[in-house]
Nanobody
Framework: QVQLVESGGGLVQAGGSLRLSCVVS????????MGWYRQAPGKERELVAA???????DYADSVKGRFTISGDNARNTVYLQMNSLKPEDTAVYYC??????????WGQGTQVTVSS
């Protein structure tokens, strides 16, 4: 059974930093990419950052220059380093794994709250 488990969320002041981690357990064949999404109250879930199996990365315009996605294949873990956090970054952050068969796997989410 595949599980994605996020950690690292919390409460931080504006300008601060957090690092989210997502550990993948179980076997997912042919992962094309992994990503971080977020959903704020009353808003749709949006892509924050993604990394492909080849190491290419993509970021939402709102986080470029502040967030960095990285992966550790040996630990089956993907990270999201978030710097210069803003109140508008407040959301539940979800880890996603997208397979070559177009299957999406999701974690349970971790809350990030940025106070002004």
């Amino acid at each position: 059974q595949v599980q994605l488990v996020e950690s690292g969320g919390g409460l931080v002041q504006a300008g601060g930093s957090l690092r989210l981690s997502c550990v993948v357990s179980g076997r997912i064949f042919n992962i094309n990419s992994m990503g971080w999404y977020r959903q704020a109250p009353g808003k749709e879930r949006e892509l924050v950052a993604a990394i492909t199996s080849g190491g290419s990365t993509d970021y939402a315009d709102s986080v470029k220059g502040r967030f960095t996605i990285s992966g550790d294949n040996a630990r089956n873990t993907v990270y999201l380093q978030m710097n210069s956090l803003k109140p508008e970054d407040t959301a539940v952050y979800y880890c996603n794994a997208h397979s070559a068969s177009n299957t999406d796997y999701w974690g349970q989410g971790t809350q990030v709250t940025v106070s002004s």
